[in-house]
């Protein structure tokens, strides 16, 4: 009667643990998958801001530099 006592115990602790690793895991999972959300939404909020700012740049200074070739002023153009 004790063993089977014990046996049950066991089992119960077993189970308790096993449920504990799985809500770790899957907490730890979550988490997971929410700062590789937040990190893809930065990426993109970045590439979002930062390309249209380097084009503007770059033809900027494409601008300036074809500028003396061109006839008339086009800074109005691009400011």
Known sequence: MLLVVLVLIL????????????????????????????VLALVLVLILVLVPVLVRVILLRFIKMVSPFMYGSNRGFFM
């Open 11 to 38: 089992l119960v602790l077993m189970l308790v643990f096993m449920l504990a690793l799985v809500l770790i895991l899957l907490v730890l999972m979550l988490v997971l998958a929410l700062v590789l959300a937040l």
